[in-house]
């Protein structure tokens, strides 16, 4: 069991900095995920933590050793590739046993331990094959089974399942999620899919431009974004974020966005402004009620998907996305009634992106998984 | 078939033969002339197939001639070049592919523009050189010659193949507990490894048939090599002993042929890797 530490760690190509300073201490026999879109620096992170790239600045320790200036092989850990990266010239058997070829451990021992890599990952009829034989499942078994054969300390994995089919992606996040408990090793996993990042992970990180946005529990993420990236990024369909005002009126924070003026709970902002606040404010779809409340909106467009369907609406010159059953008939021009669970409205300063909730209100059971 | 199709296909194959025999006559009138008797050769009308087929020709040469000194010469002479050009320029191809350091970019230009000379800007230096190195007359002052002019296109087309090496592969057996090097032989080589036969089989070829270097650098029969040593021994102002000369071109013929027989399909696709290798 292992702790992973990023301690102030940069790191330039030339004149581009990709992470100008991380900070992120993940615990041992955790599931994290580094979620963010492409070109965020999630990869570049995963891969000075591989030993793949050197650190500019800072520190990097796996448990209580710093690991910057050791190679890759000298880490203790494995790694999956998003490519899978299985040696083409070599049988799915010489993949796997490689590691344990490279670390020395005497011949007469590999090919149990093969064996019980290829049991676990059911991999036992295709230990003759070539990679090309194989089908993209089977290839992404193989790279697992490449890097769980030797128990490393800390397991990497970049992307493994972004080459699958939606199908065989949902099935492997399984068996991912399953693999974790049974090993109880700490994973490091790059993703841009928050749907993967959500269902697998123990903490996530979310990151644009190499800046660590919030590093917290899945639910935590979901329902108390820490500023107005995570706001946006998080979630399908994304949340409504619209710019608007706060100004106390009576001892309670009222919200002004477009023409639409609601009342906030007293406690629903972490300190009182004085006088008018910029603020940016974000909805989630399923926090906008439709057929009720004293506001009206007009309907765009209706996007049914089967079990919901996703309505754009318009009111008070803000344009909301709602998530409704998919039993709601609604028609494009229709007017409704519309209302928004107003302990769920998320406030972020208009011009740092910082959130200003007191959180109380905002607080649910957080969904969070303990595998060990 | 359709006749119309039938009798295309027909025409497509006569032509095709027809050229490929006009291509193939002087190598089989290489071979007929070298098992022909010496009182044939100049027969008029001549004929294709020999009344008598002799290998008296073959005979003399080895035993008269020096013919296999200068075998033994261009068989050390291509073997040593193919070696230093796969070594320096299989590890050469690594570096510019995988490393980044200043002037990489130029230093491979550099190379290319060497290749870019003409051969002959390139002897009397080159020559100059070997005799104040004191190699003037030997082998080696050929070895190095010829790595001159082969280990820039050797390093471009062995660059090209590298290049099509997935980066991931390698980073893959590092994670895995492999060393730099050790990465680069389990992973790099084998992958690379229709490149480098093919770079070889290039290198091998041009060395063995050079013959102008040879020919001003080299003028002793201990160090001539086929090419120079073949034309020195039976081509004279006076006199051209064609017999022989076609039993030695055969001969010279022989080990390139049995190297193509073998690895023409790397060679094949050697060719198509400068142009769109990914």
């Given amino acids: ?372 | 078939m359709m006749p119309a199709r039938r009798s295309t296909t027909i025409l497509a194959n006569l032509v095709t033969w027809g050229l490929v025999l006009l291509i193939s006559f002087p190598l089989i009138w290489m071979v007929v002339t070298s098992v022909r008797p010496q009182t044939e050769l100049f027969q008029i009308p001549p004929t294709v197939i020999p009344r008598a087929i002799t290998f008296e020709h073959y005979i003399k040469l080895l035993e008269e001639t020096p013919f296999l000194r200068y075998f033994m010469n261009s068989m050390i002479l291509a073997t040593s070049t193919t070696i230093v050009v796969i070594v320096v320029g299989t590890l050469g191809a690594y570096s510019l592919v995988r490393f980044s350091y200043r002037g990489r970019e130029t230093l491979a230009a550099l190379v290319l523009f060497t290749y870019l000379l003409p051969s002959v800007v390139l002897i009397i230096p080159l020559y100059l050189m070997m005799v104040k190195l004191g190699l003037a007359n030997t082998l080696t002052s050929l070895v190095i010659a010829y790595t001159t002019f082969a280990l820039p296109y050797a390093l471009w087309l062995l660059r090209s193949f590298m290049a099509g090496v997935p980066e991931d592969l390698e980073s893959a057996a590092l994670v895995d507990g492999a060393s730099r090097m050790g990465a680069f032989v389990d992973v790099i080589l084998p992958q690379a490894l229709p490149g480098i036969i093919s770079t070889a089989l290039f290198t091998f070829i041009l060395a063995w048939n050079e013959y102008l270097y040879a020919l001003v650098m080299v003028n002793s029969d201990q160090a001539r090599p086929l090419t120079t040593g073949v034309m020195n021994m039976l081509i004279t102002s006076f006199n051209i002993e064609w017999s022989l000369l076609m039993a030695a071109s055969v001969m010279m013929s022989i080990p390139l042929i049995i190297i193509f027989a073998f690895l023409q399909s790397y060679l094949t696709r050697g060719f198509g890797a400068g142009g769109v290798k990914g």
């Avoid at chain 1, 740092?352 to 209100?361: E, I, K, V």
Wanted: glycine share 8%.
């Fill in chain 1, 1 to 372: 069991m292992v702790t992973v530490t990023f301690d102030k760690v940069r790191k330039a190509f030339g004149a581009t900095v990709a992470i100008p300073g991380l900070d992120l201490a993940i615990a041992s026999g955790e599931f994290v995920s580094l979620l963010g879109p492409s070109g965020c620096g999630k990869t570049t992170t995963l891969r000075m933590l591989a030993g793949l790239e050197q650190p500019t600045a800072g520190e990097i320790r796996i448990g209580e050793r710093t690991v910057n200036n050791l190679a890759p092989s000298e880490r203790d850990i494995a790694m999956v590739f998003q490519s899978y990266a299985l040696y083409p010239h070599m049988s799915v058997r010489e993949n796997i046993a490689y590691p344990l070829k490279k670390r020395g451990v005497p011949k007469a021992d590999r090919p149990a331990m093969v064996q019980a890599a290829a049991d676990l990952l059911q991999l036992g009829p295709l230990l003759d094959r070539k990679p090309r034989q194989l089908s993209g499942g089977q290839q992404q078994r193989v790279a697992l089974g490449r890097a769980l054969v030797r128990e490393p300390k800390v397991f990497l994995l970049d992307e493994p399942l972004s080459n699958l089919d939606a199908k065989l992606r949902a099935h492997m996040r399984a068996e991912l999620i399953e693999l974790h408990r049974r090993l109880g090793k700490t994973m490091v996993y790059v993703t841009h899919d928050q749907l993967e990042a959500m269902t697998m992970s123990t903490r996530i990180a979310v990151m644009q431009g190499g800046v660590l946005q919030q590093f917290a529990m899945p639910g935590e993420i979901y329902h108390r974004p820490a500023n107005t990236f995570v706001a946006g990024f998080i979630g399908t369909p994304s949340m409504t974020l619209a710019d608007g005002e706060i100004a106390m009126d009576q001892g309670r924070p009222v919200l002004k966005l477009g023409t639409l003026s609601l009342e906030l709970p007293s406690d629903h902002l972490s300190d009182r402004p004085d006088g008018t606040r910029r603020v940016t404010v974000a909805v989630r779809p399923e926090d906008i009620i439709i057929g009720t409340g004293s506001f009206r909106a007009n309907v765009r467009l209706v996007e049914p998907t089967g079990h919901e369907s996703i309505v754009l609406v318009n009111a008070g010159d803000v344009g909301f996305t709602v998530r409704v059953a998919g039993d709601t008939v609604l028609k494009a021009g229709e007017t409704i009634p519309l209302d928004l669970r107003r302990e769920r409205i998320h406030v972020f300063d208009r011009e740092t992106g910082r959130r200003l909730n007191a959180d109380r209100a905002a607080a649910t059971a957080d969904s969070v998984r303990s595998r060990a």
